[in-house]
């Protein structure tokens, strides 16, 4: 049975969960998660706006935008955006808190499964396995099963979180637009210092004992990480420009990173 003024059923949303296994399909270093999120959202996108075609589209295209977080707990953003979604909030509203929540999100995730529960579960399975005991492998596909089906949990309790806090976001839309706004671009700040990495190691010679290095003397010294935000923000720039394709310019990095490399700059 469906919830009360709710367009998608427990059961659909239950689905939604099932579906994310999709978001690693089609992985790339353009979008990396966005064709798998896309395509994952797709059958409830469509559900929403079935009456409006030109509405589906603009929802789809802001769904393949760039997205890289945990894909255990990616359910619980979808079931939240979806809620948004349904209720057709402000397209801004939910492209800023899609930005701002992925980041968090996969540090937790992350932190969570990948560097604690899963390896202190392998050890313990593993040391049954090496003892002979089939209780090893038994243990471990039981938790790693209870994982996987907690994406259902999560979606759902996304979708739910999402529906009662409407009314909330709505009466502060205007700053939680900003908020939202605000952490997503200190998100993508972290990931382009994550991500992007440029390190000179050309040195100038001073006199036969001593050298200054590009990187260490003078690029730091500016500003940690000042190259990586120069070529990310020129690559924008060529984005928004729109004359030159992303996968151009995917291949251009890549040539200037052996080049570099070769010539001992990079």
């Known amino acids: ?36 999120w896309s395509y994952t959202m797709m059958p409830y996108l469509k559900k929403i706006h079935k009456d409006d075609k030109e509405a589906l589209s603009v929802a789809m295209k802001d769904n393949m935008e760039f997205i890289n ?41 992350d932190a969570l499964l990948w560097f604690t529960v899963l390896p202190i579960v392998a050890g313990i399975c593993a040391s049954f396995a090496q003892q ?14 209870g994982i996987f089906l907690s994406r259902m949990l999560l979606s759902g309790f996304g979708y739910n979180l999402g529906t009662k806090a409407i009314d909330k976001i709505k009466e502060s839309s205007r700053a939680v637009t900003k908020g939202a706004t605000t952490l997503g ?40 990480n000042i190259l990586p935000l120069g070529y990310t923000f020129l690559m924008y720039y060529f984005l928004r420009k ?8 995917i291949v251009v990095t890549f040539v200037l990173a052996i080049l570099g490399s070769a010539l001992g700059v990079l």
């Open 1 to 36: 049975m469906k919830e009360s003024n709710n367009l998608f059923s427990k059961k659909e949303i239950s689905k939604l969960g099932l579906r994310s296994v999709f978001l690693q399909s089609c992985f790339n270093y353009e979008r990396m998660q966005g064709a798998g």
């Open 69 to 109: 977080t945990n894909p255990t707990v990616s359910p619980f953003l979808m079931g939240f955006l979806l809620s948004l979604e349904e209720k057709k909030e402000d397209r801004k509203l939910i492209n800023s808190l899609k930005v701002a929540l992925f980041g968090p999100l996969a540090g937790i995730g």
């Open 132 to 145: 002979g005991s089939v209780l090893g492998p038994i243990i471990f596909f039981i938790v790693y099963l």
């Open 185 to 224: 671009v200190t998100v993508i700040g972290a990931l382009i210092a994550t991500y992007v990495n440029i390190d000179v190691l050309s040195k100038i010679k001073i006199n036969a004992e001593h050298s200054i290095s590009l990187q260490g003397d003078f690029f730091d010294k500016i500003l940690p």
């Open 242 to 249: 729109k004359q030159v394709s992303p996968t151009v310019l």
